[in-house]
T-cell receptor, first 112, second 113 residues
């Protein structure tokens, strides 16, 4: 079956630090990959996505590259801000119904 | 435009009671999903509706859980005889047929005492 594994948090960084949140997956076929973000007190929002190998998704300074050879979709940002503090979820779908399989989430805390 | 809305935002109930959670998807979205977010299980899929097709119920944890979608729009998730382990945030998402990006509502936080 499908599964997504992401690094456990919390990840605590100072403002302007470099961010990496690791995500690896197990799936049959060619899944689409997603990063969702949940800000405090808010619902899940799509941050970025990639639908095929070597695609790079990007948004708000965040990037992730679909690596089929390593079955990974690591999230990166060159310079984090306090406002990036949130929980980040890696997810995939590869089925006709497009149901998402989520990782456990990684809480990011950015200190000024 | 309006996003996915859910009601109530919070629900506290006693063990053994039935609860109904409502989801209003984005207008025109043909697909609707229910997920559950709990401390122990993370985010897990519950049920999926696509147009007028029979729903995919493969994620429902027990027969106490059911959902319906009326007129291809509003959906109601019903939990009968609630148990404490049902306490969680119940999330609804909708998507157009293509592209299939899912848009999530703010969730209903359910607490079973």
């Amino acid at each position: 079956g499908n599964s997504v594994t992401q690094m456990e948090g919390p990840v605590t960084l100072s403002e302007e630090a470099f961010l990496t949140i690791n995500c690896t997956y197990t799936a049959t076929g060619y899944p689409s990959l997603f990063w969702y973000v949940q800000y405090p007190g808010e619902g899940l929002q799509l941050l970025l996505k990639a639908t095929k190998a070597d695609d790079k998704g990007s948004n708000k300074g965040f990037e992730a590259t679909y690596r089929k050879e390593t079955t990974s979709f690591h999230l990166e940002k060159g310079s984090v801000q306090v406002s990036d503090s949130a929980v980040y979820f890696c997810a995939l779908n590869n089925n006709a119904g497009n149901m998402l399989t989520f990782g456990g989430g990684t809480r990011l805390m950015v200190k000024p | 435009g309006a996003g996915v809305s859910q009601s109530p935002s919070n629900k506290v109930t006693e063990k053994g009671k039935d609860v109904e959670l409502r989801c209003d998807p984005i207008s025109g979205h043909t697909a609707l999903y229910w997920y559950r977010q709990s401390l122990g299980q993370g985010l897990e899929f519950l049920i999926y509706f696509q147009g007028n097709s029979a729903p995919d119920k493969s994620g429902l944890p027990s027969d106490r859980f059911s959902a319906e979608r009326t007129g291809g729009s509003v959906s109601t998730l019903t939990i009968q005889r609630t148990q404490q382990e049902d306490s969680a945030v119940y999330l609804c998402a909708s998507s157009p047929l293509k592209p299939a990006t899912q848009y999530f509502g703010p969730g209903t936080r359910l607490l079973v005492l």
